[in-house]
């Protein structure tokens, strides 16, 4: 029936994924032996340049000169050039300092197959990251990039929300995979381990297609998201298990066609579209679906979130078939994020042609629909908004769920739970 949402067939998705990525010997993550060399198949073997998964020796130069020979080297008809960090006996890692995987490339297309583990430093000074705490590991300017294989990247993140604690709120810390200027991305079948800060990070790249993937932080873990995406289009997310202490997938300012589809989310803030407009900055999103998704006790569920003083547009956003449960905010759109500045000019950001179809569950607040906008210069506030087949009840017994709009147009199905006949026309 339209709307309605199968819950025991997406926490089986969720359960099935967990497996998948925690069970080593499941089907796709196939071991990748040591004894992989380039003996002219286009393969790469680190082992072969040095590396050693001791979890001490520092391995960066060692991936380097390997990913030299790959970037240099062109596709042969039957085998992509291949970069191979293999699973080593007994499951030790590979320590990786700070670097970058620099392109553009001679092949069209390439592959970095990680079946090993890899962690980052465990000490935060200057010295053991070369005076770069903006990244972990970083792509810039390589298209065709398939990064897979079933291994795992750890950036030991407990040493900087320690250090975090006792610095200012905004302490530089590292993102642990970046990737900037990757057109045609390729991420699938890896997890990815407590980062210092955000788990990964899409920066101005267009066609990327992640999936299957495993992203874990504890909940309290300081922004820690699980995807941001930035300035990027044409972005696919599918069949992902995100439990961070931030936005399970953020998709931030000059993004469009971002498709977003079967994702666990817990614990975390949910999947938001922005924050948008910082410092008064111009910012735009565009074509957004997310559907088939699970909020599990998420601070938020399906959220679009603009600061005061900022100015740009929201457009064309569609969440549907999402199943809340337990989550906080579970439909939420806020033009006064963080609102702590007095005097802060109202959020000139247009929000328009918002869909709600087919959203259901519980709710942990009784608060279950939030429409805070602001008129801005426009003087329409949020425009479009379009509420249907939406159930969602409070998850304490005896507490009732509620609508809120402020400056919200829209309209609204008689059948909606709560009623959300504040949307003004």
């Known amino acids: 029936m339209k709307g309605c949402f199968n819950i025991t067939a997406t926490l089986g998705l969720a359960f099935s994924l967990f497996l998948i990525f925690f069970f080593p010997h499941s089907c796709f993550s196939r071991k990748i032996s040591s004894a992989s060399v380039n003996n002219g198949s286009n393969i790469f073997n680190v082992l072969d340049y040095g590396a050693v998964a001791d979890g001490k020796t520092d391995n960066s130069q060692a991936f380097l000169k390997a990913w030299s020979d790959v970037c240099g ?56 990251w070369r005076n770069n705490r903006q990244t972990w590991i970083a792509f810039f300017n390589v ?20 250090l975090c604690k006792n610095e200012d709120f905004n302490c530089t810390r590292p993102t642990a995979l970046y990737f900037n200027n990757c057109n045609r991305l390729r991420l699938s079948k890896l997890r990815h381990l407590n980062s210092a800060k955000n788990h990964i990070g899409i920066s101005a790249s267009k066609i990327v297609r992640i999936s299957r993937l495993a992203i874990a932080a504890p909940g309290d873990s300081p922004n820690t998201d699980g995807i941001d995406i930035s300035g990027s289009s044409y972005v696919r997310v599918r069949d992902t298990v995100i439990g961070t202490g931030d936005d399970c997938i953020a998709i931030n300012g000059f993004c469009s066609h971002v498709d977003v589809a079967r994702v666990a989310c817990g614990p975390g803030h949910g999947i938001s ?5 910082e410092d008064g900055a111009y910012q735009t999103v565009s074509d957004v679906r997310v559907a088939d998704c699970v909020f599990n006790r998420t601070l938020s569920g399906a959220r679009i979130k603009t600061w005061q003083g900022g100015s740009g547009y929201v457009k064309n956003v569609t969440f549907e078939r999402l199943r809340m449960i337990d989550a906080g905010n579970p439909i939420i759109i806020n033009q006064d994020y963080v ?61 009732q769920t509620y609508a809120v709009c402020i400056n919200a147009h829209g309209t609204s199905t008689p059948s909606n739970f709560p009623s959300v006949s504040c949307l003004a026309p």
């Open 143 to 162: 298209d065709g990039l398939s990064l897979n294989g079933g291994g795992s990247f750890d950036g030991r993140g407990q040493l900087w929300w320690d």
């Open 273 to 277: 579209v922005g924050s948008l407009g």
């Open 339 to 399: 609102n702590n500045r007095t005097g802060s000019p109202p959020s000139n950001i247009q929000i328009s042609d918002v869909t709600y179809d087919g959203v259901s569950g519980t709710s942990s607040v009784p608060r279950a629909i939030y429409f805070h906008c602001e008129e801005g210069t426009s003087g329409n506030g949020c425009d479009g908004i379009v509420m249907k087949d939406v159930h969602i009840a409070a998850a304490a017994a005896g507490v």
């Open 73 to 128: 080297a062109s596709s042969l008809a039957s085998n992509m050039p291949t970069l191979v960090v293999p699973a080593a006996a007994g499951n030790r890692e590979f320590l990786l300092n700070p670097l970058v995987f620099q392109g553009p490339c001679n092949s069209y297309r390439l592959h970095f197959q990680v079946g090993g583990r890899i962690v980052a430093p465990d000490e935060t000074d200057e010295a053991a």
